[in-house]
């Protein structure tokens, strides 16, 4: 075996490129098969060995291929995210999250964005989990929601962990964002400032999660004797544009309301904008609350009312799902929503 080489030459021999397991192995002077022990944790390594293949490869930067440790090891090191969301800070956090439970698991994240309103979709994610030969999948709200995507995960024998506002699958496969909650405790909180002339922005009707929450801030204040009517229901899309929109409907009507709860914080911005144009003054003379504590919601003036649910360890609950050597633990992940109250309400007028 060739001695291995010093730090500085090998850095100055692979510059320019990045570091194979086969550069590895010659410069560390032991076999590929001894690195690739090495990489996936091999008792069979001597201590000094070990050492000394892992300080080559941190001070070479080497980091193993994904692709080739699944080709070696018969089974795949990548976690699958699929999703079809309008929310892009939703999206990222999600990601964030998945990665914190990633790390130091020699796992990685690949991602595939998807339209579920195509016909043909569920054949595309088929066709992304087999060529990538994935370990598991995330989905996300709504793909989550659709209970054909998962039989074909099933079908393939494709381990998934769904993110849902509610229970749609056994524990083992389950976060569940109790949105329902959330709308309540928002329809409460309006109650108590003095308001009765109340609107919503709802998500897109086909989004479980736009129902629970809306389902969840109607029915809490009907148990307090406050119905709201159809014309102060507005769906919107989950996007600014929709919540200007609304906003702008919902503004223009003879009694327009005094509080307007959105399905998330960029409809509430959306409402922002239209008040603005208006000359209506938040919240001296219109109260918003939104949804999700996105960093939108302190970058608005005033700072935006709205209800927390922590994204980032929702999808770090996801990810480590399907890290789990077990998959029947029988226990059901939650991620509980509250209110964070700033500076966007007061009581009506």
């Not at 008040?275 to 960093?295: C, E, K, N, T």
């Not at 609950?317 to 226990?331: E, I, K, P, R, Y």
């Amino acid at each position: 075996m060739p001695r291995p080489r010093g730090t500085h030459d090998a850095r100055a021999e692979l510059r320019g490129r990045a570091a194979t397991i086969n550069d590895i192995a010659r410069l560390a002077g032991v076999s590929k098969k001894t690195v690739s022990r090495v990489i996936n944790q091999s008792p069979l390594v001597r201590a000094d060995t070990r050492e000394k293949v892992e300080t080559l490869m941190r001070e070479v930067g080497y980091v193993p291929d994904p692709m080739a440790r699944g080709l070696a090891f018969r089974r795949s090191f990548l976690i699958g995210m699929i999703y079809d969301n309008p929310t892009a800070q939703y999206i990222v956090d999600i990601q964030y999250g998945a990665l914190d439970a990633l790390r130091d698991s020699g796992f990685e994240l690949i991602v595939h964005p998807c339209d579920s309103r195509s016909p043909g979709y569920i054949d595309g994610v088929r066709r992304f989990v087999q060529l990538q030969k994935l370990h598991g999948v995330m989905l996300v709200p709504r793909v989550s929601e659709d209970q054909a995507l998962a039989d074909m995960l099933d079908e393939l024998g494709c381990r998934y962990a769904r993110i849902a506002a509610v229970a749609l699958d056994s524990p083992e496969r389950m976060v569940v964002t109790h949105d329902r909650d959330g709308g309540a405790e928002v329809a409460d909180y309006l109650q108590t400032l003095g308001h009765r002339e109340l609107a919503m922005i709802t998500g897109p009707a086909t989004y479980r999660s736009a129902m629970e929450r809306s389902e969840g801030f109607i029915g809490a204040l009907r148990r307090r004797g406050i119905e709201i009517p159809p014309e102060r229901l507005a769906e919107g899309g989950y996007t600014f544009e929709s919540g200007v929109a609304a906003a702008e409907r919902l503004l223009a009507l003879p009694a327009p309301p005094t509080a307007i709860f959105c399905g998330n914080d960029e409809m509430a911005a959306g409402v922002y904008r239209v008040a603005v144009r208006a000359g209506v003054r938040i919240p001296q003379q219109l109260s918003v609350v939104g949804y999700d504590d996105s960093p939108l919601a302190t970058r608005l003036w005033p700072p935006l009312t709205t209800v927390r649910r922590d994204t980032r360890d929702t999808g770090r609950m996801a990810a480590a799902l399907l890290l789990q050597n077990s998959t029947a633990s029988g226990v059901r992940l939650s991620v509980r929503p509250h209110l964070v109250v700033r500076d966007s309400c007061g009581p009506p007028a």
